[in-house]
């Protein structure tokens, strides 16, 4: 038996009462009807009691005060003999403005708020009541002077893209075989929602860690996830709308991930129509979320009893965990009752639990009608919430010039602007070239642009927010125009004071360098390390003008550079460029002398990398024109290569010229004539 109908304070009861002693009770109708008398449909005091998710009903425990409204009702009392039902006794149809209830009664001494219907008249006697509110039919229902009960059994609901308007839920009342006399003061008529809801719910398996305590105040860093994406697949949007005795035959999925509204990292509660176990296709939900760690201070009353639970600032930050759920198919047994998948009018709480430890995520759910004695808040109900999130503090822009931020606050942003941005700079200090970090400030710092700082020129970046309390932080930046990455970092506040800082931005450009320092090489011919001893990996994400490409090949157990004319025009995705202590003489070096010189080559950095023998190989023509326009773009790099010299590639005979800026080839004597210099590069993938 599926749980359905069940009496409980989440639905909407209709209570008959009798007219005041001013009415005349029987009226002795023309069609028989004896009977006159009032409809409450009462629902319960609402109340501003404003929670994460929702505004809750007072007498409800789940609901929220969107999903107990009445917008309109259909009511439909028919004769009803041996349990077939008959002819429609009273039919009528009522729209309440806005949902706004229009009446009140009192319940155990609570006064509650209620919709009230006047004026119903029917004969005594079994009768069957029917009331549905929040029908899409309602306007056609209401235009009918009167129906049958299979014209209503005939009805169906569907919402589109299986989204349901949490105000105007469809419920649907019915009593059979009831017994309607002149003593009847009162009945009620449980309203079931049509839908059945589903909340998600999200815990962490690791203890709050205790920070302080006081008399009256507990200070601990707890663990919580929170969801910053939610998505469900196989959403049923059909059903039939009187279910009584019956299953819904509809499977109507909505198998395009539909996203679910999330509220300060909290999964609102989602809707389906009742979908039986299926193994087609069930239910299918995935979550991505953060787990933070969070400093929480409880304060108490002098009983004891918490008063207040604030959460503070983000102390750590695990982001992007994803969890899925892909066959919610609940078979759950409660009060001697079984359903039999998602079953309308009930409240199924999925709650994972995350374990600190494997990282993995454990689902349990839980089935009760829409109703009980907890709230679908997830961890705590928090008063005066202050936060501030930022979904990323650390970022990479690579080969872009604009990136944005998700960032959610209890009031609105500012951003702390970097001080300045930084990169690699090389300069000579004592005759040595040496590393240093390079400044970026905004153009008004600058007297003038000149060859030394012109590369600094509209390089500070442009950081905003989108105005309001969430959206967007906006990081614009032009890309570096001297090969090496810039960094720079940033911090938010909001108006509580809450900060988060050190947001850290590194932009690549397409092409970039990166440098260490270098401590010996050899074969050694004419190092020139102690001028420059830097050694630079050039990396290519983006080719430009450059074709890139592998130029290399295996040859007798060594790499070596494929000599062809079309291998001559790639440039390594990654490389590695001798450092000046591989430096040789002027002018000693033919083409194969060159060749032998790479394959024996090694370097050992001052960090202990070993580049050994074997591993090296001669530069392409493409891969030489590079790194002269690298070396030119001043002051990224001087002195790694000479700035008049020439310089052997794999193509035989050809050479570059880098105080010409222009490929050269030698034709006479080819084998025998010298190129000014040799200087061995390294894949580095």
């Known amino acids: 038996m599926k749980i359905r109908n069940i009496l409980s304070v989440l639905f909407v009861g209709l209570l008959f009462t009798s007219c005041n002693s ?34 809750i009903a007072e007498g409800y425990t789940y609901s929220t ?69 929040n029908s899409t039919h309602y306007e056609d229902l209401a235009r009918l002077g009167t129906t049958t009960y299979e014209n209503l059994k005939g009805l169906s609901e569907t ?43 999200f815990t962490v398996d690791e203890e709050p860690e205790t920070v ?41 999925t909505y198998s395009t991930a539909k996203d679910i509204t999330l509220q300060n990292g909290v999964a609102l509660p989602f809707y389906t129509y009742e979908k039986l176990n299926t193994t087609l296709t069930p239910l299918s939900i995935y979550v991505t979320g953060d787990l933070q760690k969070i400093q929480v201070t409880t304060t108490f009353n002098e009983d004891m009893t918490i008063q207040n639970v604030t959460k503070g600032s983000i102390i750590e930050e695990e982001k992007d965990h994803s969890y899925k759920y892909e066959d919610f198919n609940p078979t759950t047994a409660l009060e001697g009752c079984t359903t039999n998948g998602i079953i309308h009018g009930n409240r199924y709480e999925l709650t994972g639990k995350i374990s600190m430890k494997t990282q993995r995520i454990n689902f349990t759910v ?8 907890e709230k679908f808040v997830v961890d705590v109900v928090i008063a005066d919430l202050k936060y501030l999130f930022v979904r990323e503090t650390k970022v990479v822009m690579a080969n872009i010039t604009e990136y944005k931020i998700e960032f959610a606050s209890s009031s609105n942003i500012t951003i702390d602007q970097p001080s300045y941005a930084t990169y690699e700079e090389y300069y000579l200090v004592n005759g040595k070239i040496t590393k240093r970090d390079g400044t970026y400030y905004p153009n008004s710092y600058y007297y003038s642009w000149t060859n030394d700082n012109k590369h600094k020129q509209d390089q500070y970046p442009k950081i905003s927010a989108e105005a309001g309390k969430q959206g967007s932080i906006i990081i614009t930046s032009k890309l570096p125009v001297n090969y090496f990455p810039k960094q720079f970092v940033f911090g938010v506040h909001n108006a509580e004071d809450l900060k988060v800082s050190g947001i850290i931005v590194d932009q690549y450009p397409p092409q970039y360098l990166e440098g260490k320092v270098s401590k010996d090489a050899g074969p050694a011919d004419s190092p020139d390390g102690d001028t420059n001893p830097n050694i630079f990996t050039i990396t290519v994400k983006a080719a430009g003008n450059l ?27 990654k490389f590695v460029v001798a450092s000046r202590f591989g430096a040789v003489s002027t002018g000693t070096y033919t083409y194969s002398k060159a060749v032998e010189r790479c394959k024996k080559y090694w370097e050992r950095l001052e960090d202990g990398t070993y580049y050994e023998a074997g591993t090296w190989r001669v530069p392409t023509l493409a891969e030489l024109e590079f790194m002269n326009t690298v070396q030119d773009a001043s002051p990224a790099v001087n002195y790694l290569f000479n700035t008049n010299g020439t310089y052997w590639c794999a193509m035989p005979y050809w050479y570059y010229d880098f105080g010409a800026n222009k490929r050269n080839q030698f034709t006479n004597n080819a084998s025998s004539q010298k190129a000014d210099g040799i200087r061995c590069v390294r894949d580095l993938y």
């Open 22 to 55: 001013e009415e005349e009770v029987q009226r002795g109708n023309e069609d028989g009807r004896d009977i006159s008398f009032s409809m409450t449909l009462t629902l319960g005091e609402v109340t501003a009691m404003t929670k994460a998710g929702g505004d």
């Open 65 to 133: 005060e969107d999903e107990v409204k009445v917008n309109n009702v259909v009511v439909a009392i028919f004769n009803e003999a041996n349990g077939t039902v008959g002819e429609c006794l009273e039919y009528k149809s009522v729209a309440f403005d806005g949902g706004i209830p229009n009446s009140t009664v009192t319940i155990d001494g609570k006064t509650l708020i209620a919709y009230k219907i006047d004026n119903i008249q029917a004969k005594t006697g079994k009768v069957r009541i029917v009331a549905i509110a």
């Open 159 to 201: 919402v589109s893209g299986g989204t349901f308007d949490a105000s105007n839920l469809v419920k649907v009342g019915e009593l059979a075989a009831y017994d309607l006399n002149t003593a009847v003061t009162s009945i009620p008529v449980p309203m079931t929602q049509l839908a059945a809801r589903i909340d998600m719910k």
């Open 212 to 252: 302080s305590t006081t008399d009256d105040t507990k200070v601990t860093n707890q663990w919580f996830y929170t969801v910053t994406k939610l998505t469900v697949k196989n959403i049923n949007q059909k059903s039939d709308l009187i279910l009584l005795g019956r299953d819904n035959q509809y499977d109507d």
């Open 366 to 373: 839980s089935t009760t009608p829409w109703e009980g004695v």
């Open 547 to 573: 074709i890139i490409g592998d130029p290399s090949t295996i040859k007798n157990g060594v790499r070596v550079t494929k000599d062809d004319a079309f291998s001559a025009e790639l440039v390594s995705p």
